[in-house]
């Protein structure tokens, strides 16, 4: 029995059956290189995501393992490395804090609840052939969203790296609370954060020159530079063990448990499955059109093609995944999968490889962090997500788009004044509003023939024939209901004006 058939129509979902059975010792190598190199630099991010989502830190490692495993068997990116990302982080922190108090039972099955409903949207999306939709977003207003969050994320952080206790959702509740409690500073804990802060910046900008200067080649250099933060952990753990600094106020991790991803269940509660579905949406939308951005920059290096909508089904998979082995809601990240990328990765089964080292380290390596200061993770935070922001934005629009621009600044304002979840929600609203409008107002030309040709062209371009009697237009845009009334109404503008007219094409 030929078994061609059978593979092709489940490959369709299964982009395994793909590339598993041309699966080379060439690729392995690569794969296990590149495993290597994410996993190193995942330990300390996956560690630090979950301290900005509220979560225990455990729960950072975990949203790393079996999620990244069922995106390699779903997904189609070859390089794209799925995980805990701070925008999202950042969103679950916003969700899951109005229905459970921070540090409780209930706020971390909230966040189980947010992935497994956000992994269900996806999925949905993704059966349904719904990946077109990301198109309807626009890009400056993403970025617009993705900006704020970087800007409210750093400053959520300030309270690590100065070693007292504040709370806030918005940037002038968060100043105002750092100014309240500015005396509370604890020295020890500034001293490890501005060192800490410093060095990291030193690593992204000056470590991989410095490499270079020594005759390391480019490549090696790059990635060893993305390791820095393994380096700032283990420096910064020893201090705090050696002296006794949490004797001296210093807050650190603490326990992790020793153990593989256990087994959870999301709440299937309809109240508090209601209170988070819209969160759940709006997460799913960002992590959607961050993830696939990534996947098709990365795809496109190496002409291979992305299908928008299998990547819906394999980030369903992956929140899905996440929801019941401790996670919570992940998305593909571009910092861990650019290294990925240039690491090397030739398949999907990099993510698995990576999964296998995160599972190693969740085993053997968790005892060593109880003495690791949460100001050192606050640090890789900052530093990570100072590269989101982009002010240039507001520029370019400004630039190209009027309209864009006031999109883009309302977005921002919103993000940063009345928080995370109003932000994304006048950003989606507002692309998609922007989109309505210049559909629903379409360019329309009036044309006439080129002399001794068969061609038409724009009257106020080109000298035409034109006929006094008979008015020819051309619409450029697709029409719909929306803008069939505007083509309407400027045909009996220009009817109403000119007596002449008779025949109108």
């Not at 800490?196 to 490549?219: E, I, S």
């Not at 959870?264 to 509660?269: G, V």
């Not at 989101?388 to 621009?405: A, E, G, M, N």
Request: glycine fraction near 10%; hydrophobic fraction near 50%; charged fraction near 15%.
């Amino acid at each position: 029995m030929d078994r061609k058939p059978f593979v092709g129509a489940f490959a369709r979902y299964l982009p395994i059956l793909e590339w598993g059975p041309k699966y080379t010792k060439d690729a392995l190598t690569n794969d296990l290189l590149a495993a290597v190199i994410v996993t190193i630099m995942l330990v300390p991010q996956s560690l630090a995501y979950a301290l900005l989502a509220g979560l225990p830190a455990e729960m950072g490692i975990y949203a790393s393992i079996v999620p990244i495993v069922l995106y390699a068997i779903f997904g189609t990116s070859r390089a794209l490395a799925v995980g805990p990302v701070a925008v999202v982080s950042l969103m679950t922190a916003s969700a899951v804090g109005k229905v459970a108090a921070l540090g409780s039972i209930d706020y971390v099955t909230a966040a189980l609840t947010l992935a497994f409903l956000s992994g269900l949207i996806l999925l949905g999306l993704g059966l349904l052939r719904l990946g077109f939709l990301a198109n309807f977003l626009s890009h400056p207003v993403i970025a617009g969203f993705i900006t704020a969050s970087g800007i409210l994320i750093a400053m959520s952080q300030v309270k690590h790296l100065l070693g007292i206790k504040i709370s806030g959702d918005t940037v002038p509740e968060l100043v105002e609370q750092i100014i309240t409690h500015l005396g509370q500073t604890n020295f020890y804990t500034l001293g490890l954060g501005v060192v800490g802060t410093g060095f990291l910046f030193w690593v992204r900008k000056g470590l991989k020159p410095l490499l270079r200067k020594v005759g390391m080649g480019a490549r090696a250099a790059e990635l060893l530079a993305k390791t820095g933060p393994v380096l700032a952990i283990l420096v910064s753990t020893l201090v705090t063990w050696g002296f006794d600094l949490v004797g001296k106020g210093v807050q650190v991790v603490g326990e992790v448990p020793q153990s593989l991803p256990p087994l959870t269940a999301p709440s299937f509660s309809f109240d508090l499955m209601g209170s988070l579905l819209g969160s759940a949406l709006l997460i799913s939308i960002i992590g959607f059109v961050e993830s696939i951005s990534v996947a098709q920059t990365l795809a496109a290096k190496k002409r291979q093609r992305i299908d928008p909508n299998q990547e819906l089904i394999g980030l369903g998979a992956a929140n899905i995944g996440a929801a019941f082995t401790g996670g919570y809601p992940v998305t593909g990240g571009f910092s861990r999968s650019v290294v990925n990328y240039d690491a090397g990765a030739d398949t999907p089964a990099a993510g698995a490889y990576t999964a296998l080292g995160l599972a190693f380290a969740a085993l053997f390596l968790t005892p060593l962090i109880y003495f690791l200061p949460k100001a050192i993770l606050a640090a890789t935070i900052i530093v990570a997500v100072l590269s989101l922001i982009d002010f240039s934005i507001l520029r370019k629009s400004w630039v190209f788009s009027k309209p864009d621009f006031a999109a883009v600044s309302v977005t921002i304002f919103l993000t940063l004044v009345v928080g995370v979840e109003a932000g994304v929600s006048a950003g989606v609203l507002l692309s998609i509003v922007m989109y309505l409008y210049k559909t629903s107002r379409p360019h329309i030309a009036e044309v006439g023939q080129i002399a001794g040709t068969e061609h038409f062209r724009n009257v106020k371009r080109y000298d035409v024939i034109t006929y006094p009697h008979i008015l020819t237009l051309r619409v450029d845009e697709s029409l719909y209901f929306a803008n069939a009334r505007f083509l309407e109404d400027y045909i009996y503008d220009v009817v109403a004006k000119d007596s002449k007219l008779i025949h109108v094409v």
